[in-house]
């Protein structure tokens, strides 16, 4: 397994997670763009889940929701989060942790514009995280969403994006004898970093 050093990477962690990226999915890893959302509410109570990286740049990880989802109520509560991104073939994580915002309107309208009709639907029909009497239910409200609006789908208010900054970025690479490889990318000021190496 090759290892990992200050040396090998980018200086500018995007640069270098786009690298990952584009590996993981060069190696056919299956949903390369899987990450792990850790989040916490108000009372300091975490939760996570499994949701998918949609943009990555100097201003951080986007990923899209229904912003009155479990996930969402906790991001406005506690606005941090922790994200994973794990390709187990390539034997690589990533960890990111900051500040979380919502995008923009126009950003969210942009992606959702990309989505197929069917998740454009369902984004309308889902009342996310709620409690549903049965999986009737929702075929149900897909259907009534479906028949007022044949022409399409514009956003729901009640959907969108956030970005997570890259408050820090931790890199780990697997190695034998469990002595891994971990890189931590710390910030010291606008698209400044420091890159130390962590013990595994």
Do not use: C
């Not at 997570?164 to 710390?186: C, K, M, N, S, T």
Request: hydrophobic fraction near 45%; charge should be positive.
């Amino acid at each position: 397994m090759a290892g990992l050093d200050v040396s090998d990477v980018h200086p500018d962690p995007v640069v270098q997670l786009r690298r990952w990226l584009q590996a993981a999915i060069a190696a056919d890893v299956a949903e390369p763009t899987a990450m792990t959302l850790a989040t916490a509410d108000a009372h300091g109570r975490p939760s996570a889940r499994t949701v998918l990286l949609k943009g990555l740049d100097g201003r951080g990880a986007v990923f899209f929701t229904n912003y009155a989802s479990a996930k969402a109520r906790d991001l406005e509560a506690n606005p941090r989060a922790a994200l994973v991104l794990l390709w187990v073939a390539l034997a690589r994580q990533v960890r990111i942790t900051g500040a979380v915002a919502r995008t923009t309107a126009e950003e969210s309208d942009a992606y959702f514009a990309t989505r197929p009709p069917g998740s454009r639907l369902s984004a309308w029909a889902s009342p996310q995280s709620a409690v549903v009497a049965d999986r009737d239910e929702l075929t149900r409200r897909v259907a009534e969403v479906a028949a007022r609006h044949p022409a399409g789908l514009p956003r729901p208010p009640h959907w969108g994006g956030y970005r997570v900054r890259l408050d820090e970025v931790e890199l780990w690479q697997g190695r034998p004898d469990r002595l891994h490889d971990r890189l931590r990318y710390a910030s010291t000021g606008p698209a400044t970093w420091r890159v130390e190496r962590l013990a595994p």
